[in-house]
């Protein structure tokens, strides 16, 4: 109980099924860590294990954040409204600043 920051005091005036809980929420978080000690072990294997050339294999698989739609459909209104206005001139503001040439695209594209 120590690692919960409680006296002894405090574990003896608890229930039964309260000490229950305790118990099985710590065994869970045993598990738990034993189960991400392991993936990283036979992660890190694998990967010193791998082909020459092989990617690595990540531990931890990157998800990509959740668009947000209205920010995105207000974002491609302003740009409507600039294309309609000035035409498309920002896109080469764009590309030079960034240092890229534009690709030329083929006629009736």
Known sequence: MANFGMSKRDYGE?????K???R??????????MSHLR?????AVNNAMRKKGK?????FKKKQAKADKDYNENAIAIIHEIEAKEGKSWVDKVY??????????????
């Open 39 to 43: 993936n990283a072990v036979l992660n």
């Open 14 to 18: 608890l229930t039964e099924l309260e």
């Open 96 to 109: 030079q600043g960034a240092g890229l040439r534009k690709t030329k695209q083929k006629e009736g594209e």
């Open 20 to 22: 229950a809980f305790i």
């Open 55 to 59: 990617k690595f294999q990540e531990l």
């Open 24 to 33: 099985k929420a710590y065994e869970s978080k045993i598990v738990s860590e």
